[in-house]
């Protein structure tokens, strides 16, 4: 967690008390991390999509960041995403056979 936090301070020049949502994805797009400062502490979201990828926004280059609305969030963790090719299907019913 602390990575991320210096990540969000180094690399994207943000503070991560700013009461932002800081959004983390895997080269795949099958992994995010949501990291977010709450008055008691940090809090970390990750989620794993079973099929399919995440659908990332579009990058803002002036902000360094991904704009969106918080129902873009929403739908974001959720995995609501269409795009599921066979062989990524193929690759994770075999990876579901290690667990």
Known sequence: MFTLCGLVHERMGGDIRS???F???NRFRTKI???H???GGLVLY???LEEGTFKIPAYNPATRSYPMTW???VVMVEGINEDVS???QRRLSNLKKHW
Request: glycine share 10%.
């Open 33 to 35: 991390k949501l990291l």
């Open 86 to 88: 066979k062989g990524r």
């Open 23 to 25: 959004i983390f994805y």
């Open 71 to 73: 129902s873009d969030l």
């Open 19 to 21: 009461g932002e949502v």
């Open 46 to 48: 990750e989620k794993l």
């Open 37 to 39: 400062a709450e008055p």
